[in-house]
């Protein structure tokens, strides 16, 4: 058996990878300076164009960018009509802002269970939880796998609710053959540099309701109104004017960044190819080793990931997930865990939460740990992820 490098055998690796990186090549950077050397850097056409493009690849009839994924919940929550004594229910396996969006605008998160195979939000929880006060539901496509659409729909048909869907992992995953993006009430992204495609910083609201997409450009921007048809003050002063219709926010994507997502969405259908490489390597490598649980794969959804995460069976080892992530750092495999459960930060605590409240995201959160994936590794990386997880276990097998 192979001494452990934290042990002081000798790494698999010299050089660490890490759970995540993004892929910026020659290409984009020439679409950023070209934007950069041009009259518009922020609010120029770049912006519109994205947006064009996200409409095509996501089939959505309007598409809103933002400066993040969190701004885009906000917006969509916004859209919603959340306020206070209003109860959205969400996931607790998922980033803070998938709950934070409610509280921005007073509204109550309520965390619904998760399936323990697939990971996604139960939709039998989410009826378990529905109030006469639940106003929305915010599923989130947890890894890049598409939520239950199908049933989630009929909650939200039956009850009255809009159906935000938080995609952050999800650009390119399609569901029973259409893009993700273009089934839910809203559909909301994130372009952060380690997810598929990066905008450095940036996020994007997707729906296929007019209504809702003037609600959302109005949040984006300020609350503020330049189109006539929706002015209360018609005739008007001149050219110059613009009114505020409600209260919004300036979360603006720049022209350069757009100019950048633009490039990078050129390249989407590249790295959904190599990611979807890399997750076949790792099924096959892990799908019967009795120490590890691979994620479920639903057969509606065509998934493009942007986790790929592996559950210890901590029982069937003599070491805990602590010991085991620290052994593959120190063989020069840096992972990641995503995530805590939501409710079990301070802030949420004081607002009554308590452990418990989901048992099977709870069970999962033990046991999980996100390895290496995206479009830059080479086959020898994956490699060394697969033997550097192997060499772990096999020294800590019970």
Not at 120 to 128: G, T
Request: proline share 4%; hydrophobic share 35%.
């Amino acid at each position: 058996m192979d001494k452990l490098a934290i042990n002081g055998g000798s790494a698999l690796r010299n050089k660490k990878i890490y759970y995540g990186c993004q892929w910026v090549d020659t290409d984009d950077v020439k679409a950023v300076c070209e934007v950069l050397l041009s009259d518009y850097i922020t609010c120029g056409p770049k912006v519109e164009e994205v947006e064009r493009e996200l409409e095509s690849i996501t089939e959505a009839k309007h598409a809103v960018v933002c400066s993040n994924g969190t701004a885009a919940l906000h917006c969509a929550c916004l859209a919603a009509g959340i306020q206070p004594g209003d109860e959205v229910i969400t996931t607790p396996l998922t980033f803070v802002a998938s709950a934070n969006c409610v509280r921005y605008c007073g509204g109550t998160v309520v965390f619904a269970d998760v399936n323990p195979e697939t990971y996604n939000i139960d939709p039998d929880s989410i009826e378990q939880n529905i109030t006469e006060r639940t106003k929305a539901i915010i599923a989130v496509d947890f890894t890049g796998q598409a939520v239950d659409h199908k049933r989630i729909r009929e909650i939200c048909d039956k009850h009255n609710l809009t159906f935000i869907e938080d995609a952050a992992h999800a650009i390119g995953t399609l569901y029973d053959g259409k893009p993700v993006g273009s089934l839910a009430d809203m559909t909301c992204f994130s372009f952060h540099p380690v997810k598929t495609i990066t905008s450095g910083e940036g996020g994007a609201i997707t729906t296929n309701n007019d209504e809702l997409y003037h609600k959302l450009v109005l949040a984006h921007i300020h609350g503020i109104e330049h189109d006539e048809e929706f002015m209360e003050e018609v005739p008007h002063e001149g050219p110059w004017y613009y009114e505020q219709l409600s209260l919004g926010y300036n979360y603006r994507m720049t022209d350069f960044q757009a100019a950048l997502l633009l490039s990078q969405m050129n390249k989407l259908e590249k790295f959904k190819a190599r990611r979807k490489e890399i997750v076949t390597k790792y099924d096959d490598a892990f799908r019967n080793i009795p120490e590890l649980f691979v994620q479920k794969e639903v057969p509606e959804s065509d998934t493009c990931k942007h986790l790929y995460i592996m559950q210890l069976k901590l029982d069937k080892l003599n070491c805990t997930r602590r010991e085991f992530f620290d052994s593959l750092s120190a063989e020069g495999i840096q992972c990641q865990i995503h995530y805590v459960p939501v409710y079990w930060f301070p802030y949420y605590r004081r607002l009554g939460y308590k452990r418990g409240l989901c048992p099977n995201a709870e069970e999962v959160y033990k046991g999980i740990m996100s390895l290496p994936l995206y479009p830059k590794m080479t086959d020898q990386d994956v490699s060394d992820v697969i033997n550097a997880v192997k060499k772990i276990i096999e020294y800590y097998r019970k």
